[in-house]
DNA sequence: CCTTAGCACTCTCATCGGTAGAGTGCTAAT
DNA sequence: ATTAGCACTCTACCGATGAGAGTGCTAAGG
């Protein structure tokens, strides 16, 4: 257990090596601590923390750098959570407000606000319904047997698929029989329209690519993962040599980052800290990540539609700072979810 | 003028560096050149050829680098463009036809395929239509006084907007008058859209949007361009350096990267490569620019959407395989839009 | 006149030793 | 328990040194 002081200095020293990306002496400390100590005591209690392991030494004489369970422990413990600024807080829900065109929009710009925020990079998922149920379908008439057919699911999400038809259709027609499918199957979730019987065969093509469409969504293959700040994120002194930034660009690849980042293994509510080594996924993330810390939340209308945030960063990250943006982002777009599921 | 075997010296020099990326000295030339003569003559040919600008010394005693001036002389002249084997071609076809969901995802993986194949950036903007017309509308009520209203363009190009209405309306009644708008207004360009009189209040938003929508994709506001191989380009050793590669980065930027690239400036026809601080927009682009290459197609169905294809990579290039595949990849593609396009 | 062998010259890169500076760990005194 | 003092260690920086690569020039040979 530390004591009282010791959770002090360790804060300390977090502190100043987060602002200084530089590791930091007793020295240092003891001048601006406030403890009315000597850098001597400052030395030893150090050497406590180092040993306990909350702290390490890149080199036998250079100042202390915290490890992971040092970050852990003040994240856990010693922070106190900042709060936004109401001014903040105004600023980012105005252009929430401000954006139209859906859910896919907010994510993104989510994504965006959140990468100015922290600093860091920043990855939001679109909203994933629980079930998706079909708002309504319409069919377009391209040319000769090719038609487009356009979902709408619930809350405006948007799908579009390329069908090929057997014969020839006049828009007339396929306005007709896209009413008669709204009517049959608008409001319906994809098991009841899978369970459809006796229908035509133009039917049965539209409704195929329909159900096909619907429960590639419900499984969340569809789900985009916004991503942005990467240029903040590899700004950051800690991967300031080429090969690690390629290492974490590959990690950020569209391929890998949903792999490496565990948005959805994680409670509905409250915010998530993963510190560098941590991560439960660390075996197929690469080696980039071991330096990385992650930030995630989650948000949405219960029951009904969720998508994660998260920030990754450098184990040097403003914790608090980042901590409490994402707590109140995800609020944010919780209530816009709310909001807009009627 | 360059003598032959000058300019066998310059196309060996260049071969040697791009595979490579060092300085390439005479000795190395004499031995696999072919040419019968020592490395002494060769010695005095590369200091003419150094005289004349075509190549270049990094510091006294290192091997020539071919300089912006060498490369585009090889480009114009040397180069004998390779055609890309038939498996190779059969490939690429193939994959195109794979895929379903429109031009956007036709630009999509061309960006993929592009850079794969270039082993470096590519870029790839979704076709723009000469100007857009509108197919169908539909307005889908979403809850309250929000209407989801779904355009379907040319070619089956997608956009959605959100509306919000003075009243409430139901589905029916949005039916009607989405069905009202179609009549009047299906197949019509956004000029004679604009012209519309005697239209309710309803109308009179669901139009607005409309016509706005659509000023927005033929202004090219709304056209993606889609980037891959990003990692590709910054493995390549010129941008080894971290502060390189985040200049780069820069450059990659969504809102940085049509600016930089001219895209649009370009004739329909025919591959263009702009070498090194040839670019017309080098002002605006940053200085990682100055040592890169841009080799650009068009592609589209004349006079009805066109779109644009990229190559960015360093000046040491491949460039007879990436101008061929650039070549052959954008008369895929127009095939694909004339197709598409009844 | 073109080619080429020979050679001095130049520049880079890696290595080595020396020094200054920062920060530690330990000891002994308070 | 704290702290001053001091030896110790490690890094970062600097300049010197030597090997290696490649050039430019000159003079000889076809």
Redesign the interface.
């Known amino acids: 257990m530390l004591t009282e002081r010791q959770s002090r200095i360790l804060a300390l020293v977090i502190g100043e090596y987060v602002d200084g990306a530089e590791p930091v002496g007793s020295q240092h400390i003891a001048r601006r601590s406030g403890l009315g100590v000597s850098a001597a005591t400052i030395r030893n209690e150090m050497a406590e923390l180092e040993h306990e392991g909350y702290l390490d030494h890149p080199h036998t004489s250079s100042g202390r750098v915290p490890t992971d369970k040092g970050y852990r422990f003040y994240v856990e413990r010693l922070m106190r959570e900042e709060q936004l600024s109401w001014e903040a807080q105004q600023t980012i829900r105005h252009q929430f407000h401000q954006v ?3 859910q896919d929009a907010w994510a993104h710009l989510a994504a965006s606000v959140l990468a100015r925020a922290a600093e860091n990079a920043a990855v939001v998922t679109a909203p994933r319904t629980a079930s998706c149920h079909l ?2 379908l ?1 069919l ?1 008439s ?3 047997r ?1 038609v ?1 057919l ?1 979902l ?1 699911l619930d ?2 999400l ?1 799908r ?3 069908l090929t038809f057997e014969d020839v259709y006049t828009q007339e027609e396929l306005a007709t029989t896209a009413e008669r499918l709204n009517q049959r199957f608008g409001g319906k979730s994809v098991r009841e329209a899978e369970q459809a019987v006796e229908l035509s065969a133009v039917e049965e093509v539209v409704m195929d690519s329909v159900t096909e469409v619907m429960r590639a969504v419900d499984a969340g293959g569809y789900d985009e993962a916004y991503l942005d700040g ?2 903040q994120l ?2 950051q002194p800690e ?4 090969d ?3 290492g974490l ?2 990690l950020l ?1 569209e391929r890998n980052l949903t792999r490496a980042i565990p948005l959805r293994s994680l409670a509905q509510e409250g915010v998530t800290v993963i510190i560098g080594a941590d991560n439960p996924r660390l075996d197929v993330a690469n080696e980039a990540m071991r330096a990385c810390s992650v930030v995630i939340g989650a948000y949405g209308a219960p029951g009904v539609a969720s998508g994660a945030l998260a920030v990754l960063g450098p184990m040097r990250m403003r914790y608090s700072r980042t901590i409490s943006t994402v707590r109140y982002l995800s609020g944010v777009m919780s209530e816009l979810m709310v909001e ?3």
Do not use: I, W
Request: aromatic share 6%; net charge negative.
């Open positions: 139209e065109g859906g708002k309504h319409e377009v391209l040319h000769d090719t487009l356009v709408v809350q405006g948007l579009q698929q390329l990467v240029r590899l700004s991967f300031a040599r080429g690690q930034m390629l660009l590959e690849d807009s599921y009627e």
